[in-house]
């Protein structure tokens, strides 16, 4: 059984900066992506970031404009997003899923790819 769990949510001010860290276990395929989505209030579920475990390739929103940065611990099997100048837009629950392949893949994955997915971690962004 898969299991996804996120932390490091919470509350910042505009300007400020979070890590979210979401540790996965029971995956017994070679190959699989690693993406955070987010869902703000009145908003669709939209891809922020996902990486490949394989070889690390990386993708990010076009409306992260640098801001967030991914990395991978295939070791611990830690995935963290680390999100720096945040912005009241990037208010949202943020949820880490696992896509996961039999053979490499493109990136990014499509949506409906990811299999598992976490309960979600709340990222408020005001002052």
């Known amino acids: 059984q898969v299991h996804v769990v996120e932390s490091g949510g919470g509350s910042v001010q505009p300007g400020g900066s979070l890590t979210l860290s979401c540790a996965y276990s029971?995956?017994?395929?070679?190959?699989?992506?690693v993406g955070w989505f987010r869902r703000a209030p009145g908003k669709e579920r939209e891809l922020v970031s996902c990486?490949?475990?394989?070889?690390?390739?990386?993708y990010y929103g076009d409306f992260l404009k640098g801001r967030f940065t991914i990395s991978r611990d295939n070791t611990r099997l830690v995935v963290n997003l680390r999100m720096t100048d945040l912005r009241p837009e990037d208010a949202a629950v943020y949820t880490c899923a696992v896509a996961p392949f039999l053979e490499p893949f493109d990136m990014p994955p499509r949506e409906y790819m990811f299999s598992y997915w976490g309960q979600g971690t709340q990222v408020s962004v005001s002052s």
């Open positions: 029971g995956l017994f395929v070679s190959y699989y992506a």
């Open positions: 990486v490949s475990n394989n070889d690390g390739r990386t």
